[in-house]
């Protein structure tokens, strides 16, 4: 066999390979590992920041990136070390991820790649540099907070830059804006001429064709709206730009044209001159939604002062298309909510409507009268009046901005958004100067200075307490989440909450990323906070001061809605997220699916997980190859356990002052060995007695084998150890099967693992099966993350402390003896459940003692949270 | 609070972070000015003696270890808190010997700024 494996190991790999010394490999091996985490901490780190706690600026996320850029260079550069330069392919994949990150950092969009036109249900978040604000917004509002728009598309900057590229109109548009900037033309003129040359311009073929297709997709007529970049945010442009109602799909390249021409109006000119926005941003997106044919329609302004008092909504309702109200035409409903809960509504003023706007059938739209039976019915249900209020609340929630919503009604009844703005309210705006600190200080202060800001921000409402499943039942809009845990199944209710306070969990955890996506926000960690928050309870949390209050503090809460920047919108957090996508999620999970390779790698974190991934497969590999430890000193462990083990020391794995080639437990100083050893040695683990071999099971061994020797019971293969102070490769070959662990455990948490692997065994896959399942059963108990593939078994554990690494290898000492020959008694899969409660029963004490101070209960979502998975 | 507001100005080129530490002051009490030009703090520093001054140290133009120098000159009572993304040592040295409170290195906490604001405060009023 090993002359066989030599030969093919010659085969693949390069001479080189035989030069580079185990001890060597293991060093790189061991940098490598410091890479790893070094890159894990800089990514969580990134993450953190989104959170709203830090302040940073755009050379913190250029340093951050160019880091994690260096870091994984190394790593491959290691990796590659390893082994003979098997995967330089990773280099090409480092320049796939980071070139557009670099581009990203430098605010130079790579427009060539992005597409002219974008489906909102395709269009990325965070993405305003294409598809304008508007639309940025349309596309949260779908995808974060599922509020139903209609369907529609983008036609995104890339496609007005080469609008302008083909006309030849760049050059042109900018001296005539110069022009105009520095006195040498009258702004109608240079506003007209601009708009003629864009509005005689001609849409090139390839554009026009794209959006013909996106148009005839899709419905019969559209709305064809603005979306500037900067559009809707904290600059608003209301009605600077132009939107053109009830387009047929043949008329949208017309319209198109019309909507592009208005980002040159006299007004958009100056407004943006006002604003310090004039020059290279001017771009636009315009955003094409399909007309809804509405049987009713408005707007809701989540602010409205009732008596100078801004503690209302305002939703104001006609019958027909939106324009009626949206323009101040005629006479319309007019409804008055409170914003506190249940929100109530105050009043309700009907209006005689005698006129509505109907779409034509060929496009366009007519006035037209209302029956004179309907003019005084209410223009929309209370039921539709509960649902505006709960998405405008949402909205204002989410944009941390009062929000004016524009909505339709359509003949079956559902509602839509059609687009949402921030609404300014003067008032409160002046009201708010008044001394924020003053106000506070007049509400009692329920809980201060405890916890870590996960996301950060100003939330209030009614405290809802969420310790089960059963809790989250009623759990109303805009109410306050008290939970002890940070469990993943508050994701469900976590969007909807004004707030969010954690007894448990950690800025990097589950809780928190949900938090950061839907802005809500959220402390955690803050202990006993159940204890001082009970339902019903009103309460404000303001991240800022790292203060709950009793009650609602109305001063900042508006302090918040004016005068607070929104960071969620900032150039400097919307570059972060963008460079977090490309750099935080895990697509490579299974590294036996076909997609774990170096062009399966989509994000940097891929990268991480598939170099740490071989690396650790590599090191594994290498006691195969017992050629390279020729004229090394073995040692044999003396033992009663007929385990013939050898041991390989590269470095403080014995006692230096013994002799001969036999040693004893006591002499090994390897941390991971003797804590294995110590489960391997216990009086019950290593059970003699002849094994009960059904007939079926007989067979089977027999019929198997391999080069394996004596067999049966005894001892087979190659049980090799390779050890140093801190650190234990272990390849076992017991009875049929390999199994293999890999461990470090030193002071740093961070630094230690465990790789279990175990494979085969003597009776037919079902058994082994059911060994394997067993074998999942029980590593998951005890916190590995399990992966099985029939009857391989893979556990991981990383970044536990050494008395909790120590604890699970006593464990994995115990199973080592206990599943030497199990898969021969394993006859259904009730006994792999008999066997699970067996080995708990039988090794109970020892689990007891050696893991007493594993957290249990509640606490398991803290470990389930923050136990990394390798 | 005891006494007047206490003002600060802060000085950072990156707006970002002028807009963020503004209202976190002033929630905790402070009257609170933000420049992202270092010549109109410059100016400013002439007409106002500011009781605490946050200040980047490297940034186009004068920067802010300039700044601190005339601060220090017109009002030595003046507190200066430094902020930087170049976190050297020598630079952290090189700021305390010109009679700097403190020093926080780039990307840092709102609650870590408010701490030491709080601390130039005690000072200020003598606790």
């Keep these: ?870 | 609070m005891n006494g007047a507001k206490l003002r600060i100005m802060v000085l950072d080129d990156e707006p970002i972070v002028c807009k963020r530490l503004k209202p976190a002051l002033e929630k905790q009490g402070y009257e609170v000015d933000t420049f992202t030009q270092s010549s109109d703090a410059m100016e400013q520093i002439k007409q106002i003696d500011y009781d605490i001054i946050v200040t980047d140290l490297k940034m186009k133009g004068a920067d802010g270890m300039e700044l601190l120098t005339e601060a220090k000159r017109r009002s030595p009572r003046t507190e200066v808190i430094v902020i930087t993304g170049f976190a050297t040592l020598e630079t952290a040295r090189q700021s305390f010997r010109k009679g700097v409170f403190d020093f926080i290195a780039k990307p840092f906490k709102l609650s870590e700024i408010q701490e030491v604001v709080k601390r130039a405060e005690a000072k200020i009023r003598g606790e």
């Design chain 1, 1 to 870: 066999m090993w002359s066989g494996i030599n030969k093919l190991w010659n085969r693949i790999f390069s001479r080189k390979r035989d030069v580079i010394a185990f001890p060597q490999i293991f060093e790189q091996f061991q940098t490598l590992l410091e890479y790893h985490q070094k890159a894990m901490e800089l990514i969580t780190d990134l993450g953190e920041k989104s959170g709203g706690e830090y302040i940073f600026d755009r050379k913190y996320l250029f340093d951050s990136v160019h880091e994690l850029q260096d870091l994984l260079l190394r790593m491959i550069k290691a990796l590659n070390l390893i082994s003979s330069n098997r995967y330089y392919d990773l280099y090409p994949t480092l320049d796939r991820i980071f070139l557009p990150l670099e581009a990203e950092l430098r605010g130079r969009l790579s427009l060539a790649q992005e597409p002219y036109v974008i489906k909102l249900a395709d269009a990325r978040l965070d993405n305003q540099e294409l598809i304008g604000g508007k639309a940025g917004a349309l596309v949260q509002i779908i995808h974060r907070l599922r509020i139903p728009a209609p369907d529609g598309f983008v036609i995104t900057n890339r496609a007005y830059h080469r609008f302008l590229e083909y006309n030849d109109l760049a050059d042109r548009i900018h001296s005539w804006i110069e022009a105009w900037a520095t006195g040498k033309e009258e702004l109608r003129k240079a506003a007209g001429q601009i708009r003629y040359g864009l509005l005689a311009g001609i849409v090139p073929q390839d554009l026009a064709r794209e959006i013909k297709q996106h148009a005839q997709r899709g419905a019969a007529f559209w709305a064809v709206r603005s979306s500037a970049y900067g559009e809707d945010g904290d600059l608003s442009f209301a009605g600077l730009h132009e939107s053109v109602l009830n387009v047929p799909s043949e008329q949208i390249i017309e319209a198109y044209k019309k909507v592009v021409a208005s980002l040159y109006s006299p007004e958009a000119l100056v407004y943006r001159r006002k604003t310090g926005m004039i020059g290279e941003e001017g771009a636009m997106s315009v955003l094409c939604n399909e007309m809804v044919a509405s049987k009713a329609s408005g707007v809701v302004q989540s602010v409205h002062l009732r008596n100078g008092v801004p503690d209302s909504l305002a939703v104001y309702a006609a019958f027909g298309l939106g324009r009626t109200v949206v323009e101040g035409r005629g006479l319309i409903d007019r409804f008055i909510i409170e914003r506190k809960p249940p929100n109530q509504i105050s009043s309700k003023d009907i209006a005689r409507k005698e006129s509505l706007i109907i779409p034509l059938p060929g496009g366009g739209e007519r006035e037209t009268r209302v029956a004179e039976e309907n003019q005084l019915q209410p223009a929309i249900s209370n039921e539709t009046i509960r649902m505006l209020v709960k998405w405008a609340l949402a909205l204002e929630r989410y944009f941390k901005r009062p929000q004016e919503i524009e909505w339709a009604v359509d003949d079956a009844g559902r509602c839509w958004l059609l687009q949402s703005r921030r609404l300014i309210v003067p008032e409160i705006a002046d009201e708010s100067r008044e001394d924020i600190c003053e106000s506070c200080s007049t509400y009692p202060v329920l809980i201060e200075g405890h916890g870590s800001v996960a996301h950060a921000g100003v939330g209030s409402g009614i405290v809802h307490v969420v310790n089960s499943n059963d809790d989250m039942d009623n759990f109303q809009d805009g109410a306050v989440l008290v939970t002890r845990f940070t469990a993943p199944w508050l994701a469900q209710v976590a969007p909807m909450a004004s707030a969010i306070i954690a007894e448990r969990g950690s800025v990097a955890g589950h809780l928190a990323t949900i938090a950061r996506e839907f802005r809500v926000p959220t402390l955690v960690g803050v202990e006993d906070a159940t204890k001082v928050l009970h339902n019903g309870m009103e309460v404000t949390l303001d991240t800022h001061s790292g203060i709950v209050y009793a009650g609602r503090v109305r001063e900042l809460i508006r302090y918040e809605l004016v005068q607070s920047m929104v960071f969620e919108e900032s150039p400097e957090f919307r570059l972060l997220r963008r460079i977090l996508k490309r750099v935080a999620p895990l697509h490579l999970i299974d590294p036996q699916s076909p997609d774990f390779t170096a062009g399966g790698c989509v994000s940097a974190h891929d990268m991480i997980r598939f170099i740490h991934e071989k690396a650790v497969m590599e090191l594994i590999d290498l006691p195969t190859f017992l050629k390279r430890f020729k004229g090394a000193k073995v040692w044999t462990l003396a033992s009663s356990i007929p385990i013939d083990l050898k041991i390989l020391d590269i470095g403080g794995g014995i006692d230096p002052d013994v002799t001969g080639s036999k040693i004893a437990i006591e002499q090994i100083q390897c941390l991971p060995l003797k804590a294995l050893w110590a489960g391997v040695s216990l009086p019950d683990t290593w059970d003699t007695e002849p094994i009960d071999v059904d007939f079926k099971g007989l067979m089977s061994s027999i019929g198997k084998n391999w080069d394996a020797g004596p067999g049966g019971l005894g001892t087979t293969g190659v049980n090799l150890v390779v050890i140093n102070r801190i650190y234990m490769n272990l390849h076992l070959h017991l009875g049929y099967h390999f199994n293999l662990i890999d461990a470090r455990m030193d002071d740093e948490p961070q630094h230690n693992h465990i790789y279990f692997r175990f494979v085969g065994g003597v009776t037919d896959v079902t058994r082994r099966s059911r060994r394997a399942q067993l074998l999942a059963r029980i590593l998951s108990h005890y916190h590995f993350n399990v992966a099985v593939k029939g009857d391989l078994v893979i556990g991981r554990l990383l970044h536990l402390p050494k008395e909790e690494i120590h604890r699970r290898l006593g464990l994995l000492g115990i199973l080592i003896g206990f599943t030497r020959q199990l898969d021969i008694q394993l006859r259904t899969d009730r006994d792999t459940s008999q066997f699970v409660e067996m080995f708990f029963d039988r090794h109970a004490k020892f689990i007891e003692e050696s893991l007493a101070k594993r957290p249990g209960g509640e606490n398991e979502w803290r470990q389930a949270e923050n136990y990394g998975v390798g």
